[in-house]
């Protein structure tokens, strides 16, 4: 039995090693450059509603790569997980309306400026602030990691307002809209986009501390790409490609059809779900992808722990409970970000977001499965082994001829409840940029800003499935215990 267990544990890692060293050597063989992007950013990235990437950086990019003659692949996965993946090396650079600060400039290299941005405070539309003096005693909302949020904290002291910080700019317009927070700060275009497609605030501030939005690659690496983009971005200027760009999301007639469309659009439930099907069915089957990959590999991985502890063996007994300690107590989110950005920075190979997922639900469902696997087998009384050895049968026919059976049927209600806790954890992976179901309905919102409906939607979707997943569970639980 504990040689078997140990073969299995040696083919299983053999299995991810060759999944990693796939992966890694087919980045390698890749010339083409990874640029992390914001979803959540519009005008300068989000995504329009033909489901294409588009926006001001998007264009911008694109346009150098094309003048430059150099390939390139986006990777819309938002400014946190982007600047992150490019320390860890995982992308090649980022473009996310990024301001150059000097803080930044330690981490990384910045390109030449192309664009410049204020910060201005915006507040509800029926709000009495018309100053920063008005703001004492009063909740700001920001985002995490923008300029908006420095320049909101340098002013904290002086103005005497309290914080609080969201991920996505949504959620913090929407803090504002329904008077939790009395404020906002953000980029004056980023804000005026907002407004423009139907966000119910007004701006009270003239545009002030702001700064240069620029590319940027880990410091003193790929300085190749960042001398491209500069060539590129100097030739855009000089033949009138630059302005047409600026133009097509912040000129007047962009904001005249901006206004048009938003009027025009039908925001009712069903219309955004007739807009949104193909992201929203794309965000349903990556979801399902994740969930059923990961409980099969969870299910293999968690049955081997969870036999290890039961063993009469005490170095496998202690590896189990070593192992279901710390996946089971680490959170899922550090995990994920453990796997996807602290692994490559110690070994220096790349990990794609999808792998990273699967390994991260693999190893913290597994544990929990590894605990009620366990659990299952030692709630079967003791007598039944002693019978089946008294009766000649060695371990481990007796463990799967006689206790594994009984403790199966045990084990059953603990499968189901844990295939449908994986189904909702991948809502979690969103922070790697894994565009599952979560993801997804966050670029719709940055689109339409329409938060409420669309998670409202979502919501939907995932009560649905899970309710299908648990009426298919309890039928083969019925089956099994006839």
Not at 422 to 438: M, P
Request: with cysteine; net charge positive; charged share 20%.
């Amino acid at each position: 039995m504990r040689k078997k267990l140990i073969w299995f544990a040696l083919l299983c890692s053999t299995v991810f090693g060759a999944i990693l060293a796939t992966t890694t050597s087919s980045q390698a063989a890749e010339k083409t450059y990874t640029i992390g992007t914001d979803i959540t950013y519009a005008p300068f990235d989000f995504q329009g509603s033909n489901g294409k990437y588009t926006g001001i950086d998007i264009d911008l990019i694109k346009a150098i790569a094309k003048e430059e003659n150099i390939k390139i692949q986006l990777k819309p996965v938002g400014f946190n997980a982007a600047v992150q993946a490019v320390e860890a090396n995982q992308m090649d650079g980022v473009i996310a309306g990024m301001t150059i600060t000097s803080e930044r400039k330690q981490q990384f290299d910045f390109s030449d400026p192309y664009y410049y941005a204020g910060e201005v405070m915006a507040v509800a539309k029926n709000s009495n602030i018309k100053s920063l003096k008005d703001l004492r005693g009063k909740n700001v909302a920001l985002k995490v990691g923008t300029q908006g949020a420095v320049y909101a904290k340098s002013l904290q002291k002086k103005y005497g307002f309290k914080i609080t910080e969201f991920d996505q700019s949504n959620d913090m317009y929407n803090d504002v809209v329904t008077g939790n927070s009395a404020a906002a700060f953000e980029d004056y275009p980023v804000m005026a986009y907002g407004i423009q497609n139907g966000i119910d605030l007004k701006i009270v501030t003239k545009p002030a501390a702001g700064g240069n939005y620029g590319f940027a690659v880990k410091k003193g690496e790929n300085p190749e790409l960042l001398a491209k983009f500069n060539h590129g971005l100097k030739a855009l200027k000089k033949n009138g490609q630059y302005d047409k760009i600026i133009a097509k999301y912040l000129g007047k007639a962009s904001v005249a059809k901006a206004t048009a469309t938003a009027k025009k659009q039908d925001n009712s439930l069903w219309g955004l779900v007739k807009q949104n099907k193909s992201a929203l069915g794309s965000g349903l089957l990556q979801t399902l992808y994740l969930t059923i990959i990961s409980i099969i590999l969870a299910t293999i991985f968690g049955v081997i722990i969870g036999l290890m502890q039961v063993v009469p063996a005490k170095w496998a007994n202690w590896a189990s409970s070593t192992l279901i300690y710390i996946f089971r107590g680490m959170p899922l989110l550090v995990l994920a970000l453990f796997i996807y950005i602290g692994v490559p920075n110690l070994t220096g190979n790349k990990i794609s977001a999808f792998l990273a997922g699967i390994i991260t639900l693999t190893l913290n469902e597994g544990a929990y499965t590894a605990a009620f696997v366990s659990g299952g087998i030692q709630a079967v009384d003791r007598g039944q082994m002693e019978a089946a050895r008294s009766l000649g049968l060695p371990y481990g026919k007796a463990m799967r001829r006689v206790i594994l059976p009984q403790g199966i049927k045990i084990m059953i209600p603990s499968f189901i409840n844990q295939f449908i806790i994986t189904l909702k954890d991948t809502s979690i992976l969103s922070v790697i940029g894994i565009l599952e179901l979560t993801q997804t309905g966050k670029i719709i919102i940055a689109r339409n800003l329409q938060g409420f409906k669309v998670w409202t939607i979502v919501a939907i979707m995932y009560i649905v499935i899970i309710t299908l997943l648990t009426w298919l569970s309890k039928a083969v639980e019925r089956r099994i215990n006839k």
